[in-house]
């Protein structure tokens, strides 16, 4: 009952994980490899139990504490902040990814969309930052933007609780597509000032998240 593109696309997502391997020629075919490539779900499980129970509690509260500073946000973004949040995204585009390359990550305009790669961003030793400290970075800087010390407190907590076991999740190429997405209209509607929209997006990427780690724990 799946449809041979699901079953292609799917194929070619656990191989970009490591768990297949293609065989060309008469024998040819996708087979489950003996030693998954690491990251794995077995260290993903490795990190989630270090954290135990608060493995879901941290989730919750990352639900609970990110769509509402995104609102705040959008509310108080300068036009100096949004700046920032440029940069933090083209932090992001050219963030070295594991399963593809950045530059074939379109780079948003305003309603423009280049396929061009833009320059590389660099943290302040020159290293350019990989795709997860782009990714934390950017939602630390929301959470700065709402200019609520306290909120912004709790975000840099829950972060640091899941720095692990977010290090240890595989990156799949249509996840971090879907992300990017989800990045682009969280800062779009930041600097557009529509909190309802931040709030939902928010919402929608830190579950996203949450569904996409527990399924290597499952």
């Known amino acids: 009952g799946i449809s041979r593109p699901t079953v292609r696309e799917a194929i070619r997502s656990l191989t ?4 297949l391997e293609i065989r060309r020629g008469r024998n040819g075919g996708a087979y489950v490899r003996e030693v998954s490539a690491d990251p794995s779900s077995a260290s993903v499980r490795r990190a989630a139990a270090a954290l135990g129970p608060e493995l879901d509690e941290t989730f919750d509260l ?4 990110e769509p509402g500073a995104a609102m705040l946000a959008a509310d108080r973004a300068t036009e100096a ?6 940069d933090a995204l083209r932090a992001l585009a050219t963030a070295p990814r594991l399963t593809y390359p950045p530059s074939e990550r379109p780079v948003r305009d305003g ?42 407190k709790l975000i840099v907590g829950v972060n640091v609780r899941l ?13 971090l597509r879907h992300s ?29 998240t949450a569904t996409y780690v527990r399924g290597f724990l499952d």
């Open 111 to 152: 309603l423009r969309v280049a396929a061009a790669p833009v320059p590389e961003v660099s943290d302040q030793r020159g290293a350019v930052l990989s795709y997860r400290l782009a990714d934390q970075r950017l939602h630390l800087l929301i959470a700065e933007i709402a200019r609520a010390p306290a909120v912004a």
């Open 163 to 175: 720095v692990d076991l977010v290090r240890q999740t595989p990156q799949m190429e249509a996840a």
């Open 16 to 19: 970009q994980l490591g768990y």
């Open 62 to 65: 990352r639900m609970v504490l």
């Open 81 to 86: 902040d949004k700046d920032l949040l440029d």
């Open 180 to 208: 990017d997405d989800q990045h682009d209209r969280i800062v779009a509607a930041i600097k557009r000032g529509d909190r309802d929209a931040a709030r939902a997006a928010t919402e929608e990427h830190v579950a996203s």
